[in-house]
């Protein structure tokens, strides 16, 4: 299985994340693999038509819609995904990738999606970090669960939670346990984590149903869609150091059930290559990666 020098990736995503009807509901609705090509509703003259020619998007020379369409031509295919997936081949089995495999697929497509917008330099690759995802997790369990509530009382509906009953989407996300309790989540021999500079998005778009190749996109792509280039909850796709993911079933018995994707971003945060028209001063032509 693992011939032509396939390296298993290590792990970021807690054994404890509950991936179990991530395997079967797509299953359930037919779907047998998890690469591009398993998705049934996705045509090859689709994929063809979001091929990537190697343009520079420079969004301060779009409007928001045709930066959005260009990596986006629609939720599910963000541009030139499907080659880099299968130059990568990130999963040893795509009818069963581990998480370890789909940790590291994620960072393959964040990466690509900053090089639609020329951020290609080393200082620019987005890297997996333990903590962020635990602590995506973390705050998941504190959301959606009272795992937490009887040892870690609080405010609810407040940042750290408790989280039963409350309207806020973001509930949960400063939960952090003791070290003691973090230990099971964490690598043998990991210091810890602790409240960092960072930034959290909530993204209720992704389904449970869908294969991992492309699962996150719909987080990405209607955000970008709704928000542009400039959002809130866009910037960190492009700009953060570091990040972790975790997708959790809002619905377990329902096979169309969204997979909420709490994504938490910290490290450095780059600076923007491309300056918002919408703003006084900028000049489209004088932004971007390759503009000395």
């Not at 792990?11 to 998890?34: E, L, Y």
């Not at 987005?126 to 937490?148: I, N, P, Q, S, Y």
């Not at 949960?172 to 409240?195: E, K, V």
Request: proline share 9%.
């Amino acid at each position: 299985m693992h011939s032509h020098g396939f390296e298993s990736p290590v792990q970021f995503t807690p054994n404890q994340a509950n991936w179990d009807t991530f395997v079967s509901k797509p299953r359930a609705a037919g779907i047998n693999t998890h690469d591009p090509d398993g998705v049934p509703w996705i045509s090859p003259a689709d994929w063809t038509a979001a091929r990537w020619d190697g343009t520079i998007y420079n969004p301060s020379r779009m409007t928001r819609v045709e930066f959005a369409a260009a990596i986006c031509p629609s939720v599910d295919r963000v541009r030139g995904l499907r080659e880099v997936f299968y130059q990568r081949n990130p999963f040893a089995d795509n009818a069963n990738p581990t998480k370890a495999e789909v940790d590291e697929w994620h960072r393959i497509a964040i990466n690509h999606v900053r090089s639609l917008v020329g951020y290609v330099s080393p200082d620019r690759q987005v890297k997996k970090d333990h903590c962020m995802f635990a602590r995506a997790l973390w705050g998941d369990e504190r959301k959606f669960t009272t795992f937490w509530d009887a040892r870690y009382p609080g405010t609810t509906g407040s940042a750290a939670g408790p989280c039963q009953g409350s309207t806020n989407s973001h509930c949960g996300s400063t939960f952090i346990p003791t070290l003691a309790d973090q230990a099971p989540y964490l690598p043998a021999g990991h210091p810890g984590c602790s409240i960092q500079q960072g930034a959290e998005g909530v993204f209720s778009g992704p389904k449970s149903n869908i294969p991992w190749s492309i699962k996150w996109s719909r987080g990405l792509c209607n955000t970008l869609i709704a928000e542009g280039f400039w959002g809130g909850h866009v910037g960190p796709w492009f700009h953060r150091e570091t990040f972790g993911f975790n997708f959790w079933d809002s619905n377990p018995g329902n096979n169309n059930s969204n997979a909420i994707l709490r994504a938490k971003w910290t490290g450095n945060q780059m600076p923007n290559l491309y300056c918002n028209p919408a703003e006084p001063g900028c000049d489209p032509n004088h932004t971007g990666p390759n503009i000395q």
